[in-house]
């Protein structure tokens, strides 16, 4: 009985969570800003969806999930290899972050020394945006990885034993899919990081 009150207070939380993040004019958990941003980076100049970019970066790591579902399920080592290494991600990223802010800085005090913005320099304060975007994005995936892996971890099978077997190894697989999904995203959106990081550093 503790046992379902348990689920049903998590379930509860959880919807009170989402439908709070997902709302318009969010002071403090910007969710549908956070993912928009990064997304935009996905666009021509003509403001089309570049669908190529977003199969690969969005579309792969759904293939990736899969098959690593099918090969490896997530044990209780695995999964606190995960948040090792995502703990080590977070650092890097607020590390990547500092150093796009001296970029931003940069960029702003030669804009007061010409008084007028060049054409790479437009170029440039777009890229560090589209940089800090991502290097958000990518914390967010963190969090949430972090988030899931704790609620993977509070409940084993023995919580729901009141379910049926098949119900419980389809819930297992669903946590698993969604855990190896963020985990190939947040891998792939990486190298879009590093390129940009890559052409500011060429650019300074």
């Not at 970019?53 to 080592?77: E, V």
Request: with cysteine; proline share 2%; net charge positive.
């Amino acid at each position: 009985m503790c046992n379902i009150i348990s689920i049903i207070l998590f379930c509860f939380s959880g919807i009170i969570l989402l439908l709070y993040s997902i709302r318009k004019n969010n002071n403090f958990i910007d969710v549908r800003k956070t993912l928009a941003n990064h997304v935009a980076i996905f666009k021509n100049k003509n403001n089309k969806w570049l669908k190529g970019q977003l199969l690969f970066f969005f579309g792969l790591p759904c293939t990736l999930a899969i098959a690593t579902t099918i090969i490896k399920p997530i044990d209780d080592s695995f999964l606190n290899l995960i948040l090792l290494i995502i703990t080590i991600f977070i650092s890097m990223f607020f590390a990547m972050l500092s150093i796009i802010i001296s970029f931003k800085d940069r960029e702003n005090q030669t804009k007061n020394e010409k008084l007028k913005d060049s054409k790479e320099q437009v170029q440039n304060k777009k890229l560090i945006k589209q940089t800090c975007d991502s290097l958000i994005f990518e914390n967010f995936i963190c969090v949430i990885i972090i988030l899931i892996s704790l609620i993977y971890n509070l409940f084993p099978k023995a919580v729901l034993n009141f379910l049926p077997d098949y119900c419980i190894g389809y819930l297992i697989s669903i946590a698993n899919f969604i855990i190896y999904y963020l985990l190939y995203c947040l891998l792939l959106n990486l190298f879009i990081v590093l390129k940009r990081i890559r052409i500011l550093i060429r650019n300074d």
